[in-house]
């Protein structure tokens, strides 16, 4: 047997057997502190854990045999036989989208052969607007009109008389639907098993979601998880049908969720020391790592650093944090080398990715072929979405040395983003919207939701303008749009803009994802406008705001140690939910409405904490370290 490369998706013939081959050791010695090509550490999270997953479904069938045996073979109720050369196409569902590994045995009573193409897909999909980054998908399920389009495996293997034959392919494969096309050779062959053993990072979720008064609510959650949980291995995987590769721009929200549902901070462990290992001569981290391919987005550095921000806010591991800092310094001096005359941050190098969104006008063109980009700023080299993130990356990280013990830092970190904002303001505020460039090259492509989101995540924005910028940009169709992943900061925005703003949206805000399930996916779509993957942990975000806004768990000290407990008792008449906080608590909130008509709101922790409470329109009260409160609203 032949495999003609190795990649992902295999093409296998006969071939003759070679010779055996024997490994030979390098017998590498190493002195006086000279290194080994591969300076191995023991594991530092996991193995992976396997659980069945479920493919008995068949969509379409064209062949002999009935569809009935073909849903028993799949069920493991029996083998199937396929007449010597007869020919199957079969469309087979598996019940949700998987990450699994495939294996079918094969046997023939006589000396024959088979051949075997499998085409994996995320869902049935209408015909690509340009395959494979611009697709046009609506039912996953609609085996009628839609297509099975995706890589393939080719096999053609010898069934030697009475011998039991396995294939399965060296890595997993993502599919939620797949098209076999089956040929027998020239005797009788049985198809005696198929089997599918989903792999993935084991989650172990601690948290729970029941929200009664919501329908969607609970396929909202499942589905978020199952997202998660198909896009981790042996890191934080963007997508798993397509490149399966780290990125820092989008595991760091996705390591916020996996805080909240499990209270495990070891693949983001991992994440954070893999990117520290990726820094450029620049002073920049990779995109992406590890990559063959080295790649550079301009904010994702930046991302970065929040992840270790974030990991000290949870686990408050000092020295671990305080390992990164002057890694942490240098992307900031990156940054700080790219300040033009006015302040702001511009003039990356051609080879930097200016990426900010997936925007459906934010396309490429012949002058600058990178999509993503905001289309103004382009031709100046000026986009006001990196000084704001700069800003507001900034403030967080003199938050984080401060609490490792480095207020030198803090105050430098705090000068610089005060001096940004107020060219910010002084450039790229037209008098009522911030720009994506200087104001004075707005045109009508010149306005995003992105930047006013920035602009109250950076400061840039007074408290007073706040509402009316986040509101009027979200509202008017002439603002480009955040996607799934910047929504995630749209709903920071949202809070830090008061409990009117982000509760007057929450109905709305989830109308995408409910689209989603009502088109029959069982993870969330990397975005609405290329419909390429379909599936992206950064659409995740419910399970943050599920657990952080809704419930009111909001850590606010290092290590989990304090936290203010604000639940969004308007938006919901009836709940229960447990949220893990840190790596050894969780807590448990529930409210419901009593006789008198008030709801009585409990929080339980499993360990005490430090416990700042707040009921809306309220004032926040210090309940000192605490395990259980009960309040009336």
Request: net charge negative.
């Amino acid at each position: 047997m032949r495999t003609d490369s190795v990649q992902i998706n295999e093409k296998i013939v006969p071939s003759s057997a070679k010779e055996t081959i024997t490994p030979v050791p390098y017998n590498i010695k190493t002195l006086n502190g000279e290194l080994p090509p591969w300076r191995l550490r023991s594991r530092v999270i996991p193995t992976p854990e396997k659980t069945p997953a479920s493919v008995n479904t068949v969509r379409k069938n064209v062949g002999s045999l009935d569809s009935d045996h073909w849903v028993a073979y799949l069920s493991g109720q029996h083998s199937i036989i396929l007449a010597a050369g007869s020919s199957h196409t079969l469309e087979v569902q598996a019940d949700v989208h998987s990450t699994a590994f495939l294996r079918w045995t094969f046997k023939a009573t006589q000396k024959s052969q088979i051949r075997m193409k499998v085409t994996y897909s995320e869902g049935y999909e209408n015909e690509p607007r340009s395959y494979p980054f611009f697709r046009s998908k609506s039912d996953r399920l609609d085996a009628t009109n839609g297509h099975i389009i995706g890589p393939y495996d080719d096999v053609t293997l010898d069934l030697p008389a009475s011998q039991t034959v396995v294939y399965e392919p060296f890595w997993f494969r993502t599919f939620r639907v797949m098209r076999w096309e089956i040929t027998a050779g020239a005797e009788a062959v049985e198809l005696s098993s198929f089997d599918a053993t989903q792999v993935n990072y084991p989650l172990a979720v601690k948290a729970s979601w029941d929200e009664p008064g919501d329908k969607d609510a609970k396929q909202i959650w499942d589905v978020s998880i199952r997202t998660m949980r198909n896009c981790m291995f042996d890191g934080y995987s963007d997508c798993p049908f397509y490149e399966q590769l780290q990125y820092s721009g989008d595991s760091r929200s996705v390591g916020l969720f996996h805080y909240l549902l499990s209270g495990d901070d070891r693949l983001m462990r991992q994440t954070i020391t893999n990117f520290a290992a990726s820094v450029t001569p620049e002073g920049l981290t990779q995109s992406r790592f590890p990559s063959h391919v080295p790649q550079i987005i301009a904010g994702f550095s930046l991302y970065w650093i929040l992840q270790i921000c974030d990991h000290h806010l949870y686990f408050g591991d000092t020295a671990y944090s305080r390992s990164f800092l002057p890694r942490i310094d240098g992307v900031f001096e990156f940054f700080e080398s790219h300040i033009d005359g006015l302040g702001l941050v511009s003039g990356f190098p051609e080879d930097v990715w200016q990426y900010v969104d997936w925007v459906t006008t934010w396309g490429a063109t012949d002058t600058h072929p990178d999509k993503g980009v905001p289309t103004s700023g382009r031709e100046s080299n000026r986009h006001t979405y990196f000084s704001m993130l700069y800003a507001y990356v900034l403030k967080q990280a003199a938050r984080l040395v401060r609490d490792v013990g480095r207020p030198g830092y803090a105050d430098e970190y705090e000068s610089r983003a005060a001096s940004v904002v107020k060219a910010i303001r002084t450039h790229c505020f037209d008098g009522k919207f911030f720009t994506d460039s200087t104001a004075d090259i707005a045109g009508e492509e010149a306005h995003s939701q992105h930047c006013q989101v920035f602009a109250v995540l950076s400061g840039a924005a007074t408290p007073e303008e706040r509402p009316r910028l986040l509101k009027e940009s979200f509202s008017d169709p002439d603002f480009s749009k955040c996607s799934y992943v910047m929504m995630f900061y749209a709903l920071r925005a949202f809070a830090l803009a008061g409990d009117e703003v982000y509760e007057s949206a929450w109905e709305s805000v989830w109308d995408p994802w409910r689209k989603m399930l009502a088109n029959n996916l069982t993870t969330w779509e990397e975005d609405d406008v290329r419909q390429r993957s379909d599936c992206h942990a950064w659409g995740s975000v419910p399970i943050y705001e599920y657990c952080t806004e809704l419930a009111g768990l909001h850590v606010i000290a290092p290590g989990s140690s304090k936290i203010l407990f604000s639940p969004r008792l308007n938006l919901s008449r009836e709940l229960k939910a447990k949220v893990a906080l840190g790596s050894s608590n969780a807590a448990t909130v529930s409210w419901s409405v009593q006789d008198d008509g008030r709801k009585k709101v409990e929080l339980r922790l499993e360990s005490p904490v430090w416990v700042i409470s707040k009921l809306p329109e309220g004032e926040e009260k210090d309940c000192g370290a605490i395990d259980h409160l009960t309040l009336s609203f």
